[in-house]
């Protein structure tokens, strides 16, 4: 009887999970995309309340004056901020792009060098790998001009609809960020006695908790390749140091693409030129940002959020595989919820069975 009860618990506890994971991989898959937009709100939401509510308790300025002060300023400290750094960045891409018809001809002159070291290797006839690479240049352009300049010219239409509506769901963020302020308190004085919000709140709490952990975690990783990326490109004397350091850092954070994507080829050129100090610089550079975000992140993000990293390691990649790039957050998240949702459901079920126990004994 009693290997039966636990195999009747083994059974009840898998489709339990299965139902948990088909709702959460639902609800990201339908229900998320139309509430992203009050998801943002609320996390602007929680980062201002305890300014709007120094405000409403100490001065008396009404929640949804405070708020939206509090939001203003919030808005323009990172504005500042980005703008600092955003010009920064644009005179060094402006002076990057006055550069670019000598470093095109450096370019070509590298090709031609690889190009002949190619032949020299194959026992091919002088200028047969550069023919080659110039008829493919020449298609891909003429491809470029055919294909892509009027398809964009065509839907330009459709990308200014676009960056309205994009405008507009920023506009429904940020009122919904100041209602949110204004309502949740009164909210939360209404309904927290109640099961449903108890059970809603401690699955969010831990949430919430648990995406502060993983976005600190990793902009806390991306600055570190950075900050490795702008040493490096320092070390070989590049001006675009800061630009192209940022750059590929947030080409790190893509699991996709990677700063392999620039490094690596980055690093054969230059061994190509001759020039082995850069080289060496460069593949340096790309592996120990390897090494930081492949040892780091399932161990930094896991112990931040409260999950294994081998298991942390797993639901990114699955939910690179189901979500796309996007997964690679959703997934820690959607474990984190799996795991919350499961632990709320035991509290309530031991809590159940306590309270039979106790009423048997009576």
Do not use: H
Not at 83 to 91: A, D, E, P, S
Not at 233 to 252: F, M, T
Not at 303 to 311: A, C, E, S
């Amino acid at each position: 009887m009693e290997i039966w009860d636990t195999m009747n618990d083994r059974v009840k506890f898998f489709i339990k999970g299965i139902i948990i994971i088909l709702g959460v991989y639902l609800g990201f898959r339908f229900i998320l995309p139309l509430i992203l937009p009050f998801i943002f709100a609320y996390f602007l939401a929680w980062i201002v309340r305890p300014v709007t509510e120094f405000l409403y308790k100490k001065i008396k300025i009404p929640r949804i004056i405070g708020g939206s002060i509090s939001l203003i300023l919030l808005l323009s400290i990172i504005g500042t901020g980005l703008f600092y750094l955003g010009n920064m960045l644009i005179k060094q891409a402006l002076n990057f792009a006055r550069n670019i018809p000598v470093y095109l001809n450096v370019l070509a002159g590298r090709l031609d060098s690889i190009c002949s070291s190619c032949d020299e290797l194959l026992g091919l006839a002088a200028g047969s790998v550069r023919a080659i690479m110039d008829e493919n240049m020449l298609s891909m352009v003429n491809k470029v001009k055919t294909d892509m300049v009027p398809g964009l010219t065509a839907k330009t239409l459709y990308y200014m609809v676009k960056f309205i509506g994009f405008i507009g769901i920023l506009l429904i963020i940020f009122i919904s960020a100041v209602l949110i302020v204004k309502e949740v308190p009164e909210l939360k004085t209404k309904y927290k006695n109640t099961e449903v919000y108890n059970d809603f709140n401690k699955v969010f709490s831990k949430l919430a908790e648990a995406g502060m952990a993983y976005f600190r975690s990793q902009l806390l990783i991306m600055a570190m390749v950075a900050i490795i990326c702008v040493i490096g490109l320092v070390l070989i004397k590049n001006q675009y140091a800061l630009l192209l350091g940022l750059g590929i850092a947030l080409l790190d954070a893509l699991p996709v693409i990677g700063s392999g994507m620039i490094l690596i080829p980055w690093s054969i050129m230059m061994l190509f030129d001759g020039n082995i100090y850069a080289a060496a610089i460069l593949i340096t550079t790309y592996l120990i940002c390897q090494i930081i975000r492949e040892v780091l992140e399932p161990k930094l993000i896991g112990n931040r959020i409260g999950v294994k990293p081998l298991y942390t390691l797993i639901s990114m990649y699955m939910g690179l595989k189901l979500f796309g790039v996007a997964g690679f957050i959703l997934g820690p998240v959607a474990l984190i919820i799996i795991i919350t949702i499961v632990k709320v459901i035991d509290d309530k079920e031991t809590r159940a069975y306590t309270l039979d126990k106790g009423t048997e004994l009576e």
